[in-house]
């Protein structure tokens, strides 16, 4: 056993490179053997939570607290999780029919839901007493159905979206301001976290509109060629957003240039359903109908983590959580999945000599990432037959309409059939 | 009948117009009854609109006519009495009369959708360019530690601890009541209230600060409107030509630049210019057979302006009609590496890859350039007067010195052996080698090493290579190897080829090729004697030495090395390949030889392969083929965010551990890029935070955007006209 050597005293140690030689293959070994590690250890799930009685639609963080997570379910339950002990603390018929959002009060006292049922429930964070009834606080009578909502970052008002997109202060029952852009249905709604007099929302007409709730018009939007699902702000970045479309791809946008998407994110081989940013704003972890969660840093084209079990089903929704630690992600089978949002990483507690070596290894790799056999290594993940199949299928695909295209625009006039990049091709028009 | 009311309502402040009104007005009258009755023979009713029959309660505006209907509204009508009046100012008197001398009528405001759209643009813009250089400066940041404005740990005040107490025994109440009346503080650090009172009257001058920039901003805004107004009115074509020559001669200037930063755009430009001089090559219109050359050219006789004007044009159609240089070789070759740097690898429809099938390879390529190897740089810039920091500077010196001397091993040799061996054969060889070393030192560092090509870039750097197989254990990883590597070899033939390549062609040229040798193996077949210097006595040297020699004693070690080196070259040098039939064309049989010009044409010589690497060198082999078993371990390609290979070589040489660097500077090269403390909510940005220095760019947030760009862009026009009477 090794003997720990005072650190006051010192290890004298001579640094002539000339006693220590071959630095470049030493450290070269040491850096494979460091990928070799990190790819064996990397074991990123972490717990199941079961005890929902239909797929899982929507999670929320708590606000102040790491430890707690709200889940609703397709059957109008809403149950409070506790994380380190895996169970479910409270159990709410909150709704009938699907709870389609969640969100929690900024201070960490209330949440809100909306159901299928037209309402907005407000319920305490306290579960009742023994005995006692599970009442909402407070309960708002839609005109329509609510699909999402967001609570503020830091005052009591509160949005939602369906019919139109209506911002709500807590103190009233109806909307002191409602939006809407033609006759569309909106699926997802989100406060700016920085910004936060900012909205965007994603709305069925194929667009992504951004609002100013001081403002009495939507600001403007960008219509892309198929819906986008959810989207997501950047927390650290205050005008980047992200939105989950249905053909497969994520796209990054810079508010102040809709007509072109700042970054395409393609990896998933089905429609993405959701998306949402790690609280440092540098990664963001996306969920998708093809039964795989991928995570993808915030300005790269493909995912760098791509999670999947034999029994995760079709993942609806997603979050990341407020310690940049864990991921969250709830699926069809009624299952929550805690997973790590960095796969290999030790959790707990590190002494200085364990950070020492991890932050070491970690360097090591990125030093030499460009050589093959580390790059290899660290590159390889391990994907069920199906979706690779899909894979293959889609890249077949894509190569075909590569193909197609350029024939046409060989055999027809030059400069009829424009060469456009991906990241111009999916964007159809931007209304103001 | 708009029009007709804007007319009306305007300020007629021409005297002329003024007399011509007074004393036209029955003439006028008469003029109009006239055209009443002509109007009403028309068989159609005119609408009158001038008489108000009955009361109603909603009296449109277009209706409400004065006694003098028809009469244009004047401004010495309306302030006649000013003049008169004592009270008025003398100033307010010059400025209505310059007022009236004045012929300007004021500009239509923006319609209405204008405005918005320029609003709302305006209002994100506005909303969010606050955050850029935060942004960009997290983004460059070489760590950032999570979260974001950490309360400091150590203890804290009182006053911030019993923030959310509260008052509940009558006691207490009582005692608050008596320190909260006298008005000072219950604490040290707090501000009294006089004091509070105080900084919340700074705020006025801060309002001042900022409504001075505001006015600021109004004033730029219509100089810049009133410029561009004023330059559009101009209507001498004289003026408008020096323009245009000046943004040509501009454009012309600016068009070098572009070559060198923008060869894209400037393709653009080339093009539009080919596409100017095409039109003038059809129309001819500056040739002198226009209508107006014509006349100048029978005037340029006498004319001297005439027959420069000729001369002008003349030039002006010879610049157009003028071929563009078509950009060399080299400069094609710099824009497709242009092209090549700006990496985007979504744009490349195959992105895709198929590890199996090599034409699937695609360039791919990084969104963001600049990756630690500049940060790393800008530590060691920042950080020089750190001792640490030379330690490490002088390390590598000597590392590099050591590389040197190892490349020169034999020369260490030779030395020692010169001591004691005094054969003539050696002597000879080391004299050779002497000779051959200066020559290489001079020659130094321009020796090309051969190069591979950057053109592929890099294949799939962020792509995951998603498989069937399951990884467990380090065994896993190992077959994971052998089943990939296949391809790994498939690779060396393109490399070695652009190798050629590169030592053929000038130095200049970007693609090279990584130093293996220096990146991972060294794999001289050269004589190697240890560099170091080894701690053995003289005696027990010199025994060693004649033990040597006594082994060694019959071989001829370097001859055999001479020769094994003339059969290495030789079989590295390409055959020639006869190719010639006999018979073919002409007589053939036993001792006929075919003709001279047959052999001549048949015989196919092979270029002649680059000059070997060692080829100065005498006492060295370096083998160039690659082995595979080191190749699958080296880089191919020079990586993305390098430029060149010195870059990315001496970036992999530093090394990072402890074994080679004192302790700080280890935690100083190894520190992560995002620390995140454990069990710590991060919360999203606050911009209270982070902008709070900056008094513009918050005051525009605060005061409400809107606002602002209203009066910037849209009430400028009306604010002023409504001011003018009040100046």
Known sequence: ?432 | TTADFAVKTHIWTDDWQVHHLIEGSDDERKHKKLLEAIGSMGGRKRKKQNERSEASVQVSEYFVNAEGTGDKVNLSDLLGTVEKTSGASNKTKKQLRNLQSSKETLELPLNKQQTEKVSAEFSVQLLVSCWKNIILQNQKAEQMVFPLNQESSGPKRVEQVVAGWKVQTPLEQEIFRLLHGSRQPVNDPVLTPVEEQSLKAMSLEEAKIRRAELQKARALQSYYEAKAKREKKIKSKKYHKVQNKAKRKDFLKQFDEMVKTNPEGALEELKKMELSRMEERMSLKHQNSGKWAKSKAIMAKYDDSARKAMQEQLQMNKDLTQKMVVPSDDEHESIEEGLETVPDFVNDPETVIDPVNPWMRGQLTHEEPEVSCVTAEEVQTAEEENEEEEIIGEFERKRKLRQVVEEDVVEVSDKEEEDEDEEEDVSEFNTLFRLMRSEKTREGSNQTRGGLNTAGEEDEEGLLSEGQIRVRSIEDLEVLDEVVEPRAIEEPSAPQTAAAEATSEPPHKKKREINLKEVLTKEAKAVRLPFLPTVVDEEERDEQISIIKEAFAGDDVISDFIKDKSRQEAAGRPAVVDLTLPGWGEWGGVGLKPPRWKRKRFRIKTAPPPPRQDQKLPDVIISEKRTASVASHQVSQLPFPFQNTAQFESSIRTPIGSTWNTQTVVKNMTKPKVVTKLGAIIEPMVKEDFIKSKTTALWLLEIGHKKFVFSVLGIVGLHVNSCAFCL
């Open chain 1, 1 to 432: 056993q090794r003997r720990a050597i005072p650190f006051t005293l010192g290890v004298p140690r001579n640094y002539d490179p000339t006693l220590h030689p071959f630095e470049v293959p030493r450290e070269y070994t040491r850096a494979l053997n460091a990928t070799k590690l990190e790819r064996v250890f990397a074991k990123p799930f972490v717990a199941s939570l079961d005890g929902h009685r239909d797929g899982i639609s929507c999670i929320t963080k708590h606000a102040k607290s790491l430890s707690t997570i709200i889940s609703g379910a397709c059957d109008g339950e809403v149950k409070v999780w506790n994380l380190p002990r895996q169970e479910c603390l409270r159990t709410v018929q909150a709704h009938e029919g699907f709870v389609r959002g969640i969100c929690s009060r900024f201070c960490g006292t209330s949440f809100f839901t909306v159901g299928d049922d037209k309402t907005i429930k407000q319920w305490n964070w306290e579960a009742p007493g023994y005995g006692v009834r599970e009442e909402p606080i407070n309960t708002i009578l839609g005109k329509a159905v609510f699909t999402g909502i967001d609570h503020h970052q830091r005052e009591g008002t509160f949005v939602t979206c369906g019919q139109t997109v209506d911002i709500w202060d807590e103190q009233r029952s109806s909307p002191i301001r409602s939006f809407s852009w033609g006759v569309d249905s909106f699926s997802c709604v989100r406060y700016n976290p920085v910004e936060t007099e900012l909205l965007a929302s994603c709305a069925s007409d194929r667009s992504v509109v951004l609002y100013d709730t001081r403002e009495s018009a939507p600001l403007r939007k960008v219509i892309m060629q198929l819906r986008s699902n959810t989207l997501c702000w950047n927390p650290m970045e205050a005008y980047y957003f992200t939105c989950a479309n249905e053909d497969y791809n994520l796209y990054t946008y810079d508010i102040r240039h809709l007509d072109v998407p700042v970054t395409v994110h393609m990896d998933h081989v089905s429609a993405v359903l959701d998306v949402d940013y790690s609280p440092t704003g540098r990664e963001f972890v996306s969920a998708s109908f093809d039964k795989t969660i991928r995570i993808f840093p915030k300005d790269k084209g493909h995912s760098r983590e791509v999670y999947h079990t034999k029994r995760m089903q079709h993942v609806i929704c997603v979050r990341w959580s407020a310690d940049n630690k864990y991921v969250l992600s709830g699926s069809d089978e009624m299952n929550i999945r805690l997973w790590k949002a960095n796969a290999s990483e030790k959790l707990g507690l590190l002494s200085a000599r364990e950070k020492a070596a991890t932050h070491y290894n970690k360097k090591l790799i990125e030093k030499f990432q460009h050589h093959p056999q580390v790059r290899r290594i660290a590159r390889h993940r391990h994907l069920p037959g199906d979706i690779l199949k899909q894979k293959r299928e889609l890249r077949e695909m894509r190569e075909a309409q590569r193909r197609k295209e350029q024939n046409v625009r060989k055999h027809s006039k030059p400069g009829s059939v424009p060469l456009l990049t991906e990241k111009e091709k999916h964007v159809v028009a931007v209304v103001e």
